[in-house]
Structure formats: structure tokens, C-alpha cells
């Protein structure tokens, strides 16, 4: 017997060779067998009876089909566009473009601290941007109206310095001749120092007989004779404001005014820019300074005193302490349309509520925003071409029934009465309860830092007015910056990483 070991095939396995090897036989038998049928299939086909006839295409027919498919792909890929690489980086530049301007409209659609728009006009502010980029050789005029919020220059300051260093100008803008509340940026005093003083709001009994205020909402009367003393300030935050160049003074009656520049110098009567009622007189000065003397002589009303550069933004800083801003529209219109219509105004900033907030129920929500709508449109009536941007109330805390400190109840719906009345009446709102944080962020605030509001949990502190400053200039600038990239004069950078990805799509093509 043969001892050698014999290990027979799987039948599994033996089969499986058999069929594979059958089928690979079966398909090139039927392609030979098709080959054949194109080759000798006649190619007028074959008669059927009839008209009918049995056709079958030629092997050439089917050989051309795939050259022709081809042909086109060749002919594709010649015409599809030959770009430079100065296109190619172009078609890339305006996709970054396009992606910086959705996440613009991400922001002012979303953000809390976004600036709500009219009718969601994005182009609202446009004119604006426009002005003021014309201020390197024009006067550009930003009022600021408000409550106790903006005392002592808080809050305008840091604007007026951003605004300045930005688009140019010096110069803390329209002062009272009487300053009875000090300012971050504005010493000043007056002898005799018992000059009376009309106010449109605060205590009933200081109310002039006719409502002739002027644009500060306050007249200052001289009877006889009074010397003005005026000093900028600021320091290294708000330097800019602390040198002028240009001096308006604005009385109701013509009078004497003689301007002193230094102790130096002899003392010029400042000549009459225009007269009627009120009256405008102008001093150009050949370099700037931070103080100036003013003599006036003679009995008359002074409406204000402008303290400006030659060009560039000068921005108002104009408190009413104790007002809901509805005294404004109280005032003589002869009183404030020269001023309106000789300055450049682009924006009037206008921030009530807060005083109105621990009175006011649902019920009274209406009234008060008809009186808001009011306000705004008689500044557009004032200042057709300027834009009006309303600010609302703060966040503000008291303590409720169980001595918990908590937010005014009444601050969401009060806040979107107010920016429902800006809205119908064409003007912007700003929502700084919302961009502060909402409900209870005046607590987080001062528990976080008790350097940012006092103790009434109400006004914010110099440190806290700088804060929400910048906030809301961050804000606008960030408007400013989308405006540049809807118009096509800013545009995102261009990186390494840019150029490398536009080299591959050339490569590509």
C-alpha cells in the first residue's frame, strides 16, 4: 500500500473553479458573438415584410460613440475659462467679501447689543458714514441728549474721543455760560457768579417767561457785564476735547464780546457772524488752545458758547437732570432752528426713560411712547439730513416687597414701547438694558465690580459710563466697518493661506 498521503480537492471548492471558469467563458463567447453580429449584420438591416426592417449598429457606430464622448470631455475641458491669476484672487477676494457682510447681518440681526434699524433698514445709518468721512474739511455735528446717565460728560466723552480720533476734530463742543455741574472735560466759571439761569426742565420755579432756551435747553442772563473763564481738560483720555481752535458764542440781543486768549495777549472784540435772533459770533483762532476769557458787555441772554476745531466732529454733551427729554419739544423753535440750520448736524443722539421707569405701569406705556415719537420727530423736523439714534434706559435695581434687590419689572416692556416708537417714527434705537446683560446685569455688574454704578443701583460711575461708552461706540463702529464693506471700500485681507488656495484652483484649471 502507498504510504504518501493524498488529501483530496473539497467538492465545495472544486465546483466553485468550474463555475467561475464556465462564466468567464459564457461572456467572452456572447462579446465575440456580439463583435461578429456588428461586423457581418448587414447595414441597411434586415427585411422584415413591409416598411419594417431589423437593424443592428456596426462595431464603427459603437467605437464612435465612445471617441465622441471623448471628443466632448476634450472639448470641455478647452473652454472652460481661462482665468489670470489676478481673477483668480478677485473671484477669492469677493468670497471672503461676501462671507465678512453674512456675519455683519449675523451680528445685526442676533447680537443683544446690535442697534435696531427702522423698517430693518441696513442703509440707515449710511448717510451718516457719509458725512462724517467728509469731516476732515467740514464742521460735523454730534448732539447728545439726556438724563443724570450723561452728568459731568459721561459717556459723551469717550464718544467724542473715539469720533475724533477717528474722522478728526478737537473741542468739547456747546457749553452753558453757566456750568453748575463740573465735567471730565470743561473747567469754567463766571463772575459775577449770581447770573440767574432758565432751565426747560428740573424745578418749575426756573422756567424763563417765552421758552427761549436755545439748543442747550437753557438760557444764562447777563444784565450788565460778566466775565467768562473756559478751560479744557481731559488728560490723557480725553485729550482732544481739552484744545479748540474755534469759538461761537450765541446770545438772544447783540452785545459787546471781547475774547482773551492768553494773559498776553490784548483782548478782541469778536466780530458778529450773523445777527437777528439769536445772534452768532465766530472767532477763528491761528492755533489751538485749552483756555479763553470772555467779556460781555452789554445786557443780554447767552444761548450757549462753542468751544470747537476748525473742522473735523464736535459732539454736545447736553444733561437734564430729572427729564424724560419731553420739555425738548416745549422750547421757542426761533430759539434753536439758526443753530439747527447753520450747523452740520449728522446725529442726534437722544437717551430718556430712566427717570420714567419707577412710574410708569403698562396702562401708561401707550402715552409715553407717543411723547417719545414726538421727540424724535421734532428733531427730524429741526435737522432734516441728520439721523436720530434713540437710547434707552439701563438696567436699574430696587428692592421689591420681600427687601430683595431686583430690576424694575417694567424695563423689558418699556424698552420695546421705546424702540417701537423709534421704529414708527423712522429713527434707530439702541437697547442698552439688553446690551447690558437683561434683567438683574446692573447687580452682576456692581458685584463684579463695585466701581461700575453707585450705590443706587441706577447711575452708572465714571468707570461704568466708560464701559458702556464703549460698547456703544464698539457698536457703531462696527456699523461703520460693514457699511465700508457694503460699498466697496474696505475688504478683508488676503492671507497666505488665501494666495496658496488660489495657486491650487489654478492648478485645477
Not at 424763563?208 to 444784565?223: C, E, K, M, Q, W
Request: proline share 5%; charged share 20%; hydrophobic share 35%.
Amino acid at each position: 500500500m502507498n504510504n504518501e498521503l493524498f488529501v483530496p480537492l473539497h467538492p465545495k471548492s472544486y465546483t466553485s473553479d468550474m463555475n467561475a471558469r464556465q462564466s468567464l467563458l459564457f461572456f467572452f463567447c456572447v462579446l465575440a458573438g456580439l463583435i461578429l453580429l456588428c461586423i457581418c449584420f448587414p447595414s441597411d438591416g434586415l427585411p422584415l415584410g413591409g416598411d419594417l426592417r431589423l437593424r443592428f449598429p456596426s462595431l464603427t457606430a459603437v467605437m464612435g460613440e465612445e471617441q465622441k464622448q471623448e471628443e466632448i470631455v476634450e472639448e470641455e475641458t478647452d473652454t472652460m475659462p481661462d482665468l489670470t491669476p489676478e481673477e483668480l484672487l478677485q473671484m477669492r477676494q469677493d468670497a471672503l467679501n461676501a462671507q465678512q457682510i453674512e456675519e455683519f447681518r449675523a451680528y445685526c440681526t442676533k447680537d443683544a447689543a446690535r442697534i435696531y434699524m427702522p423698517n430693518d433698514d441696513e442703509t440707515y445709518l449710511d448717510g451718516l458714514w457719509e458725512t462724517l468721512q467728509l469731516a476732515a474739511t467740514n464742521h460735523v455735528r454730534i448732539m447728545h441728549y439726556g438724563d443724570s446717565q450723561i452728568e459731568c460728560d459721561r459717556i459723551t466723552s469717550l464718544l467724542r474721543q473715539k469720533f475724533q480720533e477717528e474722522f478728526g476734530g478737537m473741542g468739547v463742543g456747546l457749553v452753558p455760560a453757566l456750568q453748575t455741574i463740573p465735567t471730565f472735560t470743561l473747567s469754567s466759571n463766571i463772575t459775577p457768579d449770581d447770573v440767574p439761569q432758565y432751565l426747560a426742565y428740573g424745578p418749575a420755579d426756573m422756567r424763563s417767561a417765552d421758552n427761549f432756551y436755545g439748543p442747550l435747553a437753557r438760557v444764562t442772563h447777563i444784565p450788565e457785564h460778566a466775565t467768562i473763564r473756559l478751560t479744557g481738560r481731559g488728560g490723557k483720555d480725553y485729550h482732544l476735547a481739552s484744545r479748540f481752535s474755534r469759538i461761537t458764542v450765541i446770545t438772544r440781543q447783540p452785545a459787546t464780546l471781547l475774547l482773551t486768549t492768553s494773559e498776553e495777549e490784548e483782548a478782541q472784540e469778536m466780530p458778529l457772524d450773523s445777527g437777528g435772533e439769536p445772534c452768532f459770533y465766530t472767532t477763528s483762532l491761528s492755533r489751538a488752545v485749552n483756555s479763553v476769557t470772555l467779556e460781555v458787555q452789554g445786557e443780554t441772554d447767552i444761548l450757549g458758547i462753542q468751544l470747537d476745531g476748525q473742522t473735523g466732529v464736535n459732539m454736545d454733551n447736553i444733561p437734564m437732570r430729572g427729564s424724560s427729554g419731553n420739555c425738548l419739544t416745549t422750547i421757542s423753535r426761533s430759539s434753536v432752528r439758526p443753530f439747527f440750520e447753520r450747523e452740520n448736524v449728522a446725529l442726534v443722539i437722544l437717551q430718556f426713560g430712566g427717570n420714567s421707569t419707577p412710574y410708569l405701569s403698562r396702562s401708561r406705556l401707550h402715552d409715553f411712547k407717543e411723547s417719545i415719537k414726538q421727540l424724535i420727530r421734532s428733531f427730524q423736523a429741526l435737522a432734516p439730513k441728520a439721523k436720530v439714534l434713540f437710547i434707552g434706559p439701563a438696567d436699574m435695581a430696587r428692592n421689591n416687597e420681600e427687601g430683595e434687590l431686583e430690576s424694575y419689572p417694567i424695563l423689558p416692556a418699556l424698552n420695546d414701547s421705546l424702540r417701537a416708537a423709534a421704529d414708527e417714527a423712522g429713527a434707530a434705537y439702541w437697547n442698552m438694558y439688553a446690551a447690558m446683560g437683561g434683567r438683574g446685569s446692573i447687580i452682576r455688574w456692581v458685584e463684579a465690580n463695585p466701581q461700575l454704578a453707585g450705590e443706587d443701583y441706577i447711575h452708572f460711575t465714571p468707570l461704568g459710563a466708560k464701559k458702556i461708552a464703549k460698547l456703544l461706540y464698539d457698536t457703531l463702529h462696527l456699523y461703520y466697518r460693514f457699511y465700508l464693506f457694503r460699498t466697496g471700500q474696505e475688504q478683508v485681507e488676503l492671507t497666505a493661506e488665501d494666495s496658496a488656495a488660489v495657486n491650487i484652483q489654478q492648478e485645477e484649471y
